[in-house]
């Protein structure tokens, strides 16, 4: 497999994980559903299978950044959205690795947040927001391009339903069911990604590579 396709299907396989790594860790948590936890706290210190979330964390940031420099060299000189998917990746793998304390925000006994929880808050901020960005910028550049206009609609809708869910989690109108919510608003999210990457995969190859040059000659 070349290291182009290699790329590309960081955009699939980081998103895929992370959400099985969050599928299976709700399941398993006792004494807690998943409309009362966030995907942040199935990897905290108290959690019971934390060191799952955290494998997830970390391949959403690897694959991501992955994708997010093929999807550079792909889409440059106009690559802005492409650095957004990086930085999101960047910000996925810090906020695995510097977790959260506790499963829940709130609870009896907490006296106050440790650094590394304070660092996993601000990283989690950055992806959401690199996240939600990234393929409204992408869907802004793909309506003037022919090969990639076919998923500018549906990356924008993706992007901006989830926007719409960020907004109901952080405004707790439908508490007890934040954590469903928020689930639902990093899987819009990461199918947002995992389109741009499947028509990354799919979209006709350049004319010197369809008369057997190289891409790398362009």
């Known amino acids: 497999m070349s290291l182009s396709r290699l790329g590309a299907w960081c955009g699939v396989v980081g998103p895929v994980l ?70 999101a990746g960047a910000a996925a793998l810090a906020a695995g690795v510097f977790r959260r304390d506790h499963v829940l925000l709130i609870g009896p006994g907490f006296t106050g947040e440790s650094w590394h929880n304070q660092v996993h808050d601000v990283a989690s901020g950055v992806a959401y927001g690199a996240m939600l960005v990234a393929p409204l910028v992408l869907a802004r550049r793909f309506r003037s391009d022919p090969d990639w206009a076919v998923v500018s609609r549906p990356v924008q809708v993706l992007a901006l339903s989830s926007a719409v869910a960020l907004v109901v989690f952080a405004s707790r109108a439908v508490e007890p069911w934040n954590g469903v919510v928020q689930r639902v608003a990093v899987t819009l999210a990461l199918g947002a990604e995992v389109l741009t990457a499947a028509r990354m995969l799919t979209r006709p190859a350049p004319l010197n590579v369809r008369h057997g040059g190289s891409i790398d000659a362009l």
């Open 18 to 87: 992370f959400t099985a790594a969050w599928v299976i860790c709700s399941l398993r948590q006792a004494g807690h559903t998943a409309t009362e936890v966030q995907l942040s706290g199935l990897a905290a210190d108290d959690a019971r299978d934390p060191q799952i979330m955290m494998a997830g964390f970390v391949a959403l940031g690897v694959c991501s950044i992955g994708f997010g420099i093929e999807l550079r060299r792909v889409l440059l000189p106009k690559a802005a959205g492409a650095w957004l998917v990086i930085v």
